[in-house]
């Protein structure tokens, strides 16, 4: 007898709205990367995507498809090319937004995000890129079979086993995000004080966080024991009956809505509301609804949208696959399988199943680089970045959902040296080349009339002001010198590469 794999009646408007969310979702990556891209990783970028295509032919041959897949393997890594990609991800996500061929331009945002995620190399590297990518994934196979937002297709349910999927990959999200905290030993999560440095230290604060950050003690220890109720307990629900589908889904909801109303993560927060979605039914749905959106109709008068001989190996391959980051994030002392294992390394290049882990460890201070040229080697001038903190007078701003992608990698940065950095040296190269498409990443030029001769780089440490300093002085934060975080520099004579100097002298 065949088992019935459809989900209950009432999914076909949640579906359309989880559609229409993760399209949304998409354009607003594509566009964030768009505007910043020339200057990332253009030509005359910080880290040119031709040079990656170039090294990765001469090291890998034939294997760099698989190794590293994108498309551009056919555009090349112009600026032009790179514009082409953007653009015609984004087309691909409003196309998936208005329910237009929605599996054809779920599959096409898929790949131009992939391809641009392999060439974004450092400045991608987030871990709401791959849970974009494993959400992307997923959707294709949440489609129907329908051409236009009017198609019948979009009255028939989505198959139960990728519903399922979808609930497993906020689940995986929630759950591991609450493991890693634990598992990593980090003393201010065990001791529930980590909340207490969050909201100054987190990469791009926000001037609601200066706030949150000034209440007691006590509202920060209830926050950090609701959190890890909500990442530890509430993933089960995902895979219970209604009730508590929806309570995971309010909780998940709500922990999402703090996050993003305290601090600046990109369109992470709005990626993962979406993927509550398919924990819903259309019940929860008020009766009245736009036009534009499917009735529901009964199970048994639909049909899937993709045939069985394709969604259950998909489904298959995740399941497989899943419990791998679990293990690797919980740190137990079990040897996985050695086939299971090379399994999930083939499939990294594509992020199909993917770990994560959220503020796996708090820190409890806050350096910050602060980029200063010179003429003379005797008066420093400091580039002043968009969004991170620099003058301390300046409040912290919102940004999401864009992810300034620069900015956030300043954070990182921050935390170690140069040398674990090495494309924070070619930022300065490209400062002191006056590259245009960099210093359009940045505020005002302090050297509109061409590119100091000098550059270096001081690693202060910031504090949010209390409530009576910013009274008092209108500020936002205190800052000291720490210590220089690089040498001076200066381009080398061929105008190519940097050289450390002593410029006083």
């Known amino acids: ?46 880290l040119p995507a031709q040079t990656l295509l170039d090294a990765a032919d001469s090291r890998l041959g034939t294997a760099r498809l698989w190794r590293l897949p994108t498309l551009a393997w056919l555009t090349g890594g112009s600026d032009g090319a790179l514009d082409l990609l953007c653009a015609a991800g984004t087309v691909a996500s409003i196309l998936l937004f208005l329910g237009v061929a929605p599996p054809l331009s779920a599959i096409a945002a898929w790949a131009f995000y992939l391809s641009l995620y392999h060439l974004g190399q450092d400045f991608l590297s987030f871990q709401w890129d791959i849970l974009l990518l494993e959400a992307g994934f997923l959707g294709i196979f949440y489609t129907p079979l329908a051409w236009t937002p009017r198609s019948p297709g979009w009255r028939r349910p989505p198959h139960q086993v990728i519903a399922w999927l979808l609930r497993l990959l906020i689940a995986k999200l929630m759950f591991l995000s609450g493991v890693v905290k634990l598992s990593g030993g980090d003393p201010t999560w065990w001791h529930l004080t980590a909340l207490t440095y969050h909201y100054e230290t987190t990469c791009l604060p926000t001037w609601t966080g200066w706030y949150v950050h ?14 890890f109720l909500i990442e530890l307990a509430l993933p089960f629900g ?83 696959l899943t419990p791998v980051p679990l293990l690797l994030a919980s740190r137990v002392d079990l040897a996985l399988p050695g086939p299971l294992l090379r399994l999930y390394t083939l499939q990294n290049p594509f992020h199909l199943v993917n770990g994560y882990g959220l503020f796996a460890h708090m820190t409890t201070e806050r350096p910050e680089i602060v980029v200063e040229g010179s003429d003379d080697g005797v008066e420093w001038r400091p580039y002043e970045f968009r969004w991170k903190p620099g003058d301390p007078m300046r409040r ?24 674990s950095s090495p494309w924070f040296l070619a930022f300065c190269e490209r400062l002191l080349q006056g590259s245009p498409p960099v210093l359009a990443l940045l505020g005002p030029n302090p050297f509109p009339g061409g590119p100091p001769k000098y550059l270096r780089a001081m690693l202060y440490d910031y504090r949010f002001t209390t409530p009576a300093q910013h009274h008092e002085t209108g500020a936002w934060w205190t800052r000291r010198v720490l210590r220089p975080y690089t040498p001076a520099l200066m381009l080398a004579p061929d105008g190519r590469g940097l050289t450390a100097v002593r410029p006083s002298q």
Do not use: K
């Not at 007691?216 to 609701?226: G, I, T």
């Not at 009766?287 to 048994?300: G, H, M, V, Y």
């Not at 912290?396 to 040398?419: E, I, K, N």
């Open 396 to 419: 912290p701003q919102f940004v999401q959902p864009h992810m300034p992608r620069l900015d956030w990698q300043m954070w990182f940065a921050a935390l170690g040296s140069y040398r």
């Open 238 to 320: 995902a895979f219970g009956p209604r009730p508590l589908r929806l309570l995971s889904a309010a909780g998940f909801t709500g922990l999402m809505l703090f996050i993003g109303a305290t601090g600046n993560y990109g369109f992470f927060n709005p990626l993962a509301i979406v993927l509550c979605l398919p924990l819903l039914d259309d019940d929860v749905l008020p009766r009245w609804r736009p036009r534009w959106l499917p009735e529901c109709q009964s199970a048994a008068n639909g049909a899937f949208a993709w045939p069985r001989f394709v969604v259950l190996p998909i489904a298959g391959l995740v399941l497989l």
């Open 1 to 46: 007898m065949e088992t019935d794999l459809r989900p209950p009646v009432g999914t076909s408007v949640i579906r359309r709205l989880f559609l229409v969310g993760l399209g949304l979702v998409y354009a607003v990556a594509f566009i964030s990367l768009w505007v910043q891209v020339h200057g990332l990783v253009g030509v005359h970028g910080i």
């Open 214 to 227: 000034a209440l007691p003690l006590w509202f920060h220890e209830l926050s950090a024991v609701m959190m």
